[in-house]
């Protein structure tokens, strides 16, 4: 679930990398050597209002004084990476700035609600970047698939977003008043996704300040693209091992063939259904299979395009040709179709 946190790993991911590495070196100075100054990045939100000091909102909302918070924040970080590599940096920087913005507007609210209801004066939050990664699940409960991989006492299905839940599980348990952060940024999150409320409209990074920080911080924080050969991944019995080799080689035959395709096929050519003419090793290494021509000719007609998908793929820069060949070849597999298209 969680892969080497190398290069390759953050590939297309700039702002993602910046996020891990300047606020978590920061955290570490601080718990370390400058325990003196870990006074001003504190989240006090009863010097907000009273003292009106407003750059508390700045500092205590973007370095976490709790390493272990720092450290869970950083793992969702990294898997949330995804967002940055399907909308592009530009629009991934303006939902955490957004969602930045609109946590502390409901943080302050959340406190003022808890003191009116049950008497609880919060003078401060538990500080750190926590808002906005608590409102990038929303967007990650509603866009990434859902895929068992495993289960436990053959009740309890183990998915590929399972350990996640559990690290924002762990994070929001580490302190006394970290739910309110929580609740914020959830709350955050569902208003800027909304397409109700048009929040992703105004709260955005001007274009101007995408391009300047692309010149500027990008060439820094740029990874290099990883290397053709892809490392399986190591899962925990030997069938679960097997099923990963062969899942990757499917993955591997129908990209391959996908291009080269994509590459000869003409203006009126008609797109292929790759995964019709190659089909799974689990069906090739299945003794009772046999790959006749009758089966062939009966071969159903092409599965229909989604075209919700196509406007996700269409958000992202790339073209209703392509979106709609790479989910035809991927039998509308989002992920698989997204995966080939940043790829190629």
Not at 107 to 120: R, S
Not at 132 to 152: D, E, K, M, N
Not at 299 to 327: K, T
Request: hydrophobic share 45%; charged share 15%; proline share 4%.
């Amino acid at each position: 679930m969680f892969p080497s946190t190398g290069s390759s790993g953050l590939y297309k991911a700039p702002l993602s990398k910046s996020l891990l590495l300047v606020p978590s070196a920061l955290s570490v100075l601080l718990a370390l050597l400058f325990q003196h100054y870990q006074k001003f990045f504190t989240y006090n939100l009863q010097a907000v209002k009273e003292d009106f000091q407003i750059w508390r909102l700045v500092f205590g909302r973007t370095v976490c004084l709790d390493l272990k918070d720092a450290f869970c924040s950083s793992l969702l970080i990294y898997n949330f990476r995804i967002f940055e590599r399907r909308y592009g940096s530009r629009k991934f920087s303006s939902f955490l700035l957004g969602s930045w913005m609109l946590s502390a507007l409901f943080d302050l609210l959340l406190v003022e609600v808890v003191q009116y209801a049950f008497g609880i004066t919060i003078s401060s939050l538990p500080s750190g970047f926590l808002g906005p990664v608590f409102a990038l699940f929303v967007p990650f409960f509603c866009s990434i698939p859902r895929l068992q991989v495993t289960q436990i006492l053959g009740q309890f299905r183990i998915t590929n977003k399972t350990l996640v839940y559990i690290l924002g599980l762990q994070l929001i348990t580490s302190g006394s008043y970290i739910w309110i952060v929580a609740v914020s940024g959830l709350i955050s999150g569902m208003c800027y996704s909304s397409s109700v409320l048009k929040v992703h409209r105004v709260l955005c990074v001007p274009t101007w300040v995408a391009k300047l920080f692309s010149w500027t911080l990008e060439p820094i924080f740029s990874s290099a693209e990883p290397s053709s050969e892809i490392q399986v991944g190591m899962g925990a019995t030997v069938d679960i091992q097997r099923q990963q080799r062969m899942e990757l080689l499917d993955r591997q035959i129908m990209m391959s063939q996908f291009a080269q395709m994509r590459r000869q096929r003409q203006q009126q050519g008609r797109v292929i259904n790759w995964n019709r003419l190659f089909p799974p090793l689990r069906r090739r290494h299945n003794a009772n299979y046999q790959d006749n021509h009758q089966s062939e000719q009966e071969a159903p007609p092409p599965a229909e395009v989604s075209e919700e998908q196509v406007a996700r793929l269409m958000e992202m820069g790339f073209s209703r040709v392509d979106a709609l060949e790479a989910l035809r070849a991927s039998n509308n597999d989002l992920n698989v179709a997204t995966n080939f298209l940043l790829q190629h």
